[in-house]
C-alpha cells in the first residue's frame, strides 16, 4: 500500500504563488505516476496535471497551462505543484494521487491523499 500526504496549502491572494508537496510513504516511490487533482465546493474533482515516473513527461490541464507546474523528487519520495498567478477560481482542496501511468482519470489512480487546502482571495 502507498500512503500520500500533502501540504503547502493555505491563504493566498490573487497573482500571488504557492507550493503544494506531497509526501509518499514507500521505498517504491518511482514505479509510480503521480498526479494532482483538485475539487471546488459543488464540483467534480478535476484532473490538474500529472508526471510519469522518471519525471520526463508532464500533462496539464488547459487551465493550468503555464501558471502550474508539476515536479518529483524520487530521492525525496516527494511530488510538488508549483502554483503561480493564483486567480480566486483556483480555491479548492487539492489531492496528491499515484498510479500506474499518467492518465486524467481519477478512478485509475488507486492511491489518494487526504488532500489540503488552497483558498486565493480576489
Known amino acids: 500500500q502507498v500512503q500520500l500526504v500533502e501540504s503547502g496549502g493555505g491563504l493566498v491572494q490573487a497573482g500571488g504563488s504557492l507550493r503544494l508537496s506531497c509526501a509518499a510513504s514507500?521505498?517504491?516511490?518511482?514505479?509510480?505516476?503521480m498526479a494532482w487533482f483538485r475539487q471546488a465546493p459543488g464540483k467534480e474533482r478535476e484532473f490538474v496535471a500529472a508526471?510519469?515516473?522518471?519525471?520526463?513527461?508532464?500533462t496539464y490541464a488547459d487551465s493550468m497551462k503555464g501558471r502550474f507546474t508539476i515536479s518529483r523528487d524520487n530521492a525525496k519520495n516527494t511530488v510538488y505543484l508549483q502554483m503561480n498567478s493564483l486567480k480566486p477560481e483556483d480555491t479548492a482542496v487539492y489531492y496528491c494521487?499515484?498510479?500506474?501511468?499518467?492518465?486524467?482519470?481519477?478512478?485509475?489512480?488507486?492511491?489518494w491523499g487526504q488532500g489540503t487546502q488552497v483558498t486565493v482571495s480576489s
Open positions: 514507500a521505498r517504491t516511490f518511482t514505479i509510480y505516476a
Open positions: 494521487a499515484a498510479g500506474v501511468k499518467v492518465t486524467t482519470t481519477p478512478s485509475e489512480y488507486p492511491y
Open positions: 508526471i510519469s515516473r522518471s519525471g520526463g513527461s508532464t
